[in-house]
């Protein structure tokens, strides 16, 4: 006959663990791309970055007016409401 203690230890080791989602989601590791996916990715990058092309300064001062060409990068950041540069 077991005894109140005895009966609880037994219950604890057979008690499945509980997970917390959110934790291991948090360290789920992405999966790796293959080759060819990084080089097809890469290659659509620049086709983009060739598209757009450099801006103009006119484009720019469009944009921060003529005070911005003496601004750094955090109060050209600031002026379009981005939280950082």
């Not at 057979?14 to 990084?38: C, F, I, R, Y």
């Not at 006119?58 to 005070?67: M, S």
Request: proline share 6%; no cysteine; charged share 35%.
């Amino acid at each position: 006959m077991a005894t109140a203690k005895k009966a609880k230890r037994i219950k604890k080791s057979h008690a499945v663990p509980t997970v917390d989602v959110k934790q291991s989601g948090a360290n789920d590791k992405p999966e790796l791309k293959t080759p060819t996916e990084v080089g097809a990715a890469r290659a659509e990058g620049l086709r983009l970055y060739k598209l757009a092309g450099k801006p103009k300064k006119g484009d720019f001062i469009k944009v921060f007016g003529k005070k911005g060409v003496a601004w750094t990068w955090e109060q050209r950041a600031k002026a379009v409401e981005l939280p950082s540069a």
